[in-house]
């Protein structure tokens, strides 16, 4: 019996044909390792910003640890494609259907809500500090530890936590992840009660407002933290003087 040999143009149909469905199969394996990653980085995050993480915890360093591993976690996230305001959304939606869905949640109570804007927030200061611009930082983060700025004038320098209602004000809410900023270093003679921006009371007032409207904090402390900030916003403003203004003097 003779051999049958194939055309040419035949093996190369199948060389193509074989290549592709390997393509395919990697492709797939690498879309299915990518969702799982994502699946993974949702759970990771849900921990940080579960209302037991943000509101009650036991020390002040707990409260830190969790905000910048929560940090980590969504540039984790945007390292693979997510933006963090779709990643933080799905974490907020409690439906395991939906975890992944594209919706942002329009039915956030508000301690969701306080939540989701102190996770922002704080992910845009990291940013811009670029915090995340070096492995050493990443490491900080994933042991709760101050990263260093990596731009900027306070460059080299340790970020700190600010916050934005003082503790002496409100205490326990050097605790509460809402409360906590991600800063540069203030200058050595910065007096809060003396250097406060028109910008930074309005935050304070309406934090303290979200407080009490999430029962965080009683009505009557709202209202303690709210007439004192009203005491600042009457104090005259005293004008910086300038060189024109000594030498006349």
């Known amino acids: 019996m003779s051999n049958t040999h194939l055309p040419v143009s035949e093996y190369i149909k199948q060389g193509i044909f074989i290549i592709a469905v390997i393509a395919i ?135 700190i936590i600010d916050y934005i209602i003082p503790s002496y004000l409100l205490p326990g809410a050097e605790k509460m992840l809402p409360n906590l900023s991600i800063a540069p270093p203030l200058p050595a003679d910065y007096d809060s009660s003396q250097n406060l921006s028109a910008f930074a009371i309005a935050r304070s007032k309406q934090l303290a407002k979200q407080l009490a409207e999430a029962r965080l904090i009683e009505k009557e402390v709202y209202k303690k933290v709210l007439d004192y900030y009203e005491t600042i916003t009457k104090q005259p403003l005293v004008a910086p003087k300038t060189e024109d203004a000594e030498a006349s003097e």
């Open 25 to 159: 199969a990697l492709f797939g394996i690498k879309s299915c390792r990518k969702f799982q990653k994502k699946r993974q980085i949702v759970v990771e995050l849900s921990t940080h910003a579960s209302e037991s993480a943000a509101y009650e915890q036991f020390y002040q360093d707990n409260a830190r640890e969790n905000l910048f591993r929560a940090m980590l976690t969504i540039h984790q996230g945007v390292e693979l494609g997510m933006t963090p305001a779709e990643l933080i959304d799905q974490v907020l939606n409690k439906d395991e259907g939906e975890m992944f869905s594209t919706e942002t949640p329009d039915n956030l109570s508000t301690r969701e809500e306080l939540i989701r804007e102190a996770l922002l927030s704080n992910y845009d200061n990291c940013r811009k500090l670029g915090i995340f611009d070096n492995a050493l930082n990443l490491d900080a983060l994933k042991d709760g530890e101050f990263p260093t700025i990596g731009s900027g004038p306070s460059e080299g320098d340790e970020v």
